[in-house]
């Protein structure tokens, strides 16, 4: 099992508060799981009792509307921590995270992790920090939702997706999405987000291999996405 302590993910996230004993004890209770692409970590309406840390890997993280159409909220990947809300309350999550790719995670038990949340100041107000920014992006995304186009929604996502992800060798952003998730992320019909990528394209913004996306021209997706 590996030691919390000397894992360079935790330099990533809120961990990286906990004292070496804080994470000794941490590392001896924790469980470290491979999850495949496509299986789910947790469902809507699931108790999670605890947190992730993602040591390898992307998920999405959705909610499912009324109408059965997926709605990606977040892109979870290696670094970031996942159920930091289950340690603050007890409600069921009301999202569902699935593997975009395989994954490496490790699962650290809510009853394991509460006290250093009660005796750490440091890592209290950095989980508050994290928390505060996710509500943050919420709230962007509601905003983009009603006032943005589907064209300046896709502009500003390929924009994200090239600020927050490393690149392959080829220099392709790292994430495979098909394109029904660059849909579900847009909140609109695969066939909608198909045509504005070929648009995109043409324009010579991006360049699409397969599911390999390159950016091309940010200044050009930056004026999309201002609806220029």
Known sequence: MSNCNQCIVRQFNSLKTLTKDEL?????????SIIKKGEVLFNEGEHINGV????????????MSDNGREQIIHLIKKGDLLGERSLINAEVSNLK????????????????IINDLQKNPNFTMDILKNMALS????????????????????ALTLIYLDEKFPKKDNNAIDINL??????????????????LLS???????????????FILDLNGLTKESQGF
């Open 178 to 195: 098909t394109r029904e998730d660059i849909a579900n992320i847009i909140g609109t019909a695969t066939e909608s987000a198909i045509r």
């Open 135 to 154: 509500l943050k992006n919420a709230d962007n995304v509601i905003v983009d939702m009603a006032q943005k186009t589907v064209k300046q929604r896709l």
């Open 52 to 63: 992730f840390c993602i040591k390898d890997g992307i998920c999405k993280v959705s909610k």
């Open 24 to 32: 000794v004890r941490i590392s001896s209770c924790k469980t470290t």
């Open 199 to 213: 648009e995109f394209k043409k324009k010579k913004y991006i360049q699409l291999t397969g599911k390999d996306i």
């Open 97 to 112: 995270a699935t593997a975009v790719n395989d994954m490496e995670v490790c699962f650290i038990p809510k009853e394991e």
